[in-house]
């Protein structure tokens, strides 16, 4: 019944922008933490960013000022707002979900940062 759906990957120049979704169903979303997680060919998953759910945001040092992460409990969403984006950026970008022991995860986004 949970599901996650992540959207808005795609190819685009150094630089450039995109903004990331992930659509939650199946969980009582308002009181979840949410995250975005990459990982790129070769490298271990890292953790981009998070945000509690009472809106506290955090970010890798890797991405502070240019990834921000926002929650709309309203309509079971999370997104992750890429700017400047670099080509050591392009990776599977993945939702989670976290509450206690329980995690859930969605089946991640292709975003690939080239010239």
């Known amino acids: 019944q949970v599901q996650l759906v992540e959207s808005g990957g795609g190819l685009v120049q150094p630089g450039g922008s995109l903004r990331l979704s992930c659509a939650a169903s199946?969980?009582?979303?308002?009181?979840?933490?949410m995250g975005w997680y990459r990982q790129a060919p070769g490298k271990q998953r890292e953790l981009v960013a998070r945000?509690?759910?009472?809106?506290?945001?955090n970010y890798a040092d890797s991405v502070k000022g240019r990834f921000t992460i926002s929650r709309d409990d309203a309509k079971n969403l999370v997104y992750l707002q890429i700017n400047s984006l670099r080509p050591e950026d392009t990776a599977v970008y993945s939702c989670?979900?976290?509450?206690?022991?329980?995690?859930?995860w969605g089946q991640g986004t292709q975003v690939t940062v080239s010239s």
């Open positions: 989670n979900a976290a509450l206690g022991a329980q995690s859930h």
């Open positions: 199946g969980i009582i979303f308002s009181i979840y933490h």
């Open positions: 945000i509690t759910n009472g809106g506290t945001a």
